[in-house]
C-alpha cells in the first residue's frame, strides 16, 4: 500500500521543513500537509493544503478518509513558555489532538502516528548530566505535563490495542529557516539572526545554562527514520532520548565570535531562566542509537557555519 502522509500542525517550527522533506522523499501528491490557518508560504504553495483545527476530530476524519491516509505526523502543540500563559488551552490542543489521532489508528483507519515529545517531560528531580531514557519524570510545566502523559498514553494505545504509535524527546531545536516559536531554546535560533543583523543579542538564559539542543536538519532525519524503521526495531512506544550536541549561551555565544568578532551578548534572564534550569544539560540517547541507528550530523560548530551559510543566502543577502 502506498504511503499517504497527513501532516497536522505543519507551518510550525518542525512542521514547516518536515513537510518539505516528506513531500521530496514520498512526492508531493502523497504528502497533505494541514494547519489551523492558511498562510502564503512554502507548506501552503508547493503542495497540497488544507486547513484544519486538531483539535476537531470529524475534520481530521474527513482528511484521512478523503486523502486515504496511512500516516499522520502530528506536530499541532503549544509550546513550553506559551503554554505558561495559557495552560488550559494547551493542556487542550496538546492531549485532545492525540486522542483524536489514537482513536483514529485504534479504529483501523491509520496505519502509524507520529508525535513528538520533548526534553520538558524531565524536571528539576531528574538526573541533569547524561540524563537516561528511563529515569524521574516530573515536570513542571504545563507543556511539559502534557507530553509526559502523552506519552503514557501513546504507550497505553500501542500495548492495548496494537497502535503503531512511534515518538522522540526533542531537544531544543535549530533552524535557519523558520522563526522562533515560542520555546525556552529559542533564543538559539534568534541570537543567530541578531548577530547578523545588530551584532549583538540579549539572553534571556543565564550564560552557564546548558541545554541540549539539535539541528533541525537532524531532527528532521530523526523523524523520517523512525517511522522508516521496521515496527520490531521500535522497543520503546512512549518516546525515546534524542541527542546531538549541549551547550550554554555563553558557549555559543563564543562559537559566533568566530565568525562575528564583534559580537555582543548580554544576559537578562527572565520566567524562562526556571524552565530552563528545571530540564536536562545532557541526554543519553543511546536506545535510539541501538534499536534504530540514529546518527546526529551536526555540532555546534558545523551547525553554527551552515547556519550563518543559509540565513545570509536566503533571508539577510549579505
Known sequence: METKILIIGACGQIGTELTAKLRTTYGVNNVIASDIRKLNNDVVNNGIFEVVNALDYNQ???LIEQYQITDVYLMAALLSATAEKNP????????????????????????KIFWPSSIAVFGPTTPRKNTPQYTIMEPSTVYGISKQTGERWCEYYHNQYGVDVRSIRYPGLISWSTEA???TTDYAV???????????FTSFLSENSELPMMYMD?????????????????KIRSSYNLAAMSFTPKQIGDEIKKHYPNFELRYEPDFR???????????DDTSARVDWGWKNDFDLENMTVDMFKNLKEHIYNK
Do not use: C, R
Not at 537532524?218 to 521500535?234: C, G, L, S
Not at 531562566?273 to 541526554?283: C, F, G, L, R, V
Open 60 to 62: 481530521i476524519e474527513h
Open 218 to 234: 537532524d531532527a528532521i532525519k530523526a523523524t523520517i527514520a523512525i517511522m522508516q524503521a521496521p515496527a520490531e526495531q521500535i
Open 273 to 283: 531562566q526556571k524552565i530552563a534550569d528545571s530540564w536536562p544539560a545532557s541526554i
Open 181 to 183: 516559536g515560542g520555546g
Open 88 to 111: 488550559a488551552f494547551a493542556w487542550d490542543l496538546n492531549m485532545n489532538s492525540l486522542f483524536h489521532v489514537l482513536n483514529l489508528a485504534k479504529a483501523g483507519k491509520i496505519k
Open 190 to 200: 534568534d541570537i543567530y539572526h541578531k548577530a547578523i543583523i545588530d551584532g549583538k
